[in-house]
């Protein structure tokens, strides 16, 4: 069984600029959660989708934002990049009917500049 | 708010011993998960172990194990002989029970480093 797909593993965009990262869970799981990791802050929840609607939304600003389609693929949009935006963007699923834990992909590192 | 707390920034063990990394955490719920996570140089995150709150008895695998104390909110984590593969950054994290909340709170984490 395939593991949680992130594309792409790196980009750098330029600060002003607008970003979409692209997450395909593991199949059968509905849930996706994307999670931003800084050396600063550390692992900071973004938002959760299941089936298609935000369930859950962290302390982010409105230029984050993201999507799910039918087949559970989600992805995020980042909108005016900053600079303080560059991180390792990490995706997670979970079948909320068999599994405890969430599974995670080998994530997105943005870099801005 | 959930808070998890790592207070050891980093931990050194030899290989084949064994190290304990502390975790404490901050709820007013009664039911709750917990999950220990290895992030290692590849950068993504693999699950060591997990306890249900309401399991009294400590989570076990095969070299792993945690000390889950519910009244003192801590959660440690025992890697018994350590490997070279065990070095890592490992994350202690929080999840509600409450249907739909899918958050995970993380603490900081513990860079571990093994020594040959």
């Known amino acids: 069984k395939a593991g949680v797909t992130q594309t792409p593993r790196y980009l750098i965009k330029t600060r002003g600029q607008q970003v979409t990262l692209s997450c395909s869970p593991i199949?059968?799981?509905?849930?996706v959660s994307w999670y931003q990791q800084t050396p600063g802050q550390g692992l900071q929840f973004l938002f959760e989708y299941f089936s298609e609607t935000q369930r859950n939304k962290g302390n982010f600003p409105g230029r984050f934002s993201g999507r799910q389609f039918s087949n559970s693929r989600s992805e995020m949009n980042v909108s005016t990049l900053e600079l303080g935006d560059s991180a390792l963007y990490l995706c997670?699923?979970?079948?909320?009917?068999?599994?405890?834990?969430?599974?995670f992909g080998q994530g997105t590192r943005l870099t801005v500049v | 708010a959930q808070t998890v707390t790592q207070s050891q920034p980093e931990m050194s063990v030899q290989e084949a011993e064994t190290v304990t990394l502390s975790c404490t955490y901050d709820t007013s719920e009664s039911d709750y998960y917990l999950f220990w996570y290895k992030q290692p140089p590849s950068r993504q995150m693999i699950l060591v172990i997990r306890q249900e709150a309401y399991k009294q008895q400590n989570a076990t695998e095969n070299r792993f194990s945690v000390n889950f104390q519910k009244a003192a909110k801590s959660f440690s984590l025992k890697i018994s002989d350590s490997q070279l593969g065990d070095a890592a950054m490992y994350f202690c994290?929080?999840?509600?029970?409450?249907?739909?909340?899918?958050?995970?709170?993380f603490g900081t984490g513990t860079r571990l480093t093994i020594i040959p």
């Open positions: 997670a699923s979970r079948n909320r009917a068999v599994n405890t834990e969430a599974f």
């Open positions: 994290a929080y999840r509600s029970v409450s249907f739909g909340n899918e958050k995970l709170t």
């Open positions: 199949s059968g799981h509905r849930s």
